[in-house]
């Protein structure tokens, strides 16, 4: 269920109360920002909750340079590598460039290999394609304020990095990120897909309310985002 938040704001020198009722989500520190949170017929629970996972492919709504930025127009996974044949996995978000596809639990495996560093889910969807200089927008409620350990689902065909920012505010710098490519797998296309978590990978300050969060990718790419964990430590 969507929220509703209510802001109550007293105007000096007058006895005039002004209501300003927004739905969907608040000004606190969103700026002139125009993107919305994600919504579909499977998915409609508005900003993401913190603490908790920030699902990648969930990334706001408002299109190229306002809610993401891709290197190309085309979405690489949905419609592409995964072809058009009416399903949700298949045609998810099918016409936006930032690139989506989910993990496969087949035979022979795919995202289900014995080199994965941890266990991963079948038909999770995940942002692939990764290229230094893109990014995607979040718009999430933090109902804690408080000191946060960040954690990350991918894959990374090599080593890379990434960065965070909170209302368009870099809060990490460039993280690195550890290649998941593991020599004994012979398949050369499954080095994009051994899944790994790193629990501590960055730790970031958060104030209570809506806020904007932005994965950027930095340098190398070849990285597949699932989610990243929020984690209150205090």
């Known amino acids: 269920m969507k929220r509703k938040y209510l802001s109550i704001l007293v105007c000096p020198g007058s006895i005039a ?26 998915y409609g629970e ?28 085309v979405n690489s996974g949905s419609g592409g590598l995964n072809k058009a044949d009416g399903s949700y996995l298949h045609e998810f978000r099918i016409h936006e460039a930032v690139d989506i596809s989910y993990t496969k639990f087949q035979d022979p495996p795919i995202d289900n290999t014995p080199y994965n560093f941890v266990e991963q889910e079948k038909d999770q969807l995940y942002v692939g394609w990764t290229e230094p200089g893109e990014w995607t927008k979040y718009t999430i409620h933090v109902d804690k304020e408080g000191t946060y350990d960040l954690g990350l689902m991918y894959t990374a065909n090599q080593d890379g990095k990434i960065s965070f920012s909170v209302n368009d505010l870099d809060v990490t710098g460039p993280i690195e990120v550890p290649s998941t490519f593991v020599v004994a797998d012979t398949v050369a296309f499954r080095q994009w897909h051994h899944w790994n978590y790193i629990d501590k990978l960055a730790q970031i300050q958060l104030k209570k309310g809506i806020q904007t969060f932005t994965i950027h990718t930095v340098e190398i790419g070849s990285m597949n985002y699932e989610f990243v964990n929020f984690k209150l430590v205090n």
């Not at 989500?25 to 969103?30: D, E, F, I, M, R």
């Not at 920002?33 to 579909?40: A, C, M, N, R, V």
Request: glycine share 16%.
């Open 46 to 73: 508005g900003a993401q909750i913190i603490p908790g996972k920030l699902q990648c492919e969930y990334y706001d709504q408002g299109g190229e340079g306002i809610a993401f930025h891709d290197s190309d127009s």
């Open 17 to 42: 109360l002004c209501l300003i009722i927004i739905l969907g989500c608040n000004s606190n520190g969103l700026g002139t920002y125009s993107g919305t949170p994600y919504e579909d017929s499977v």
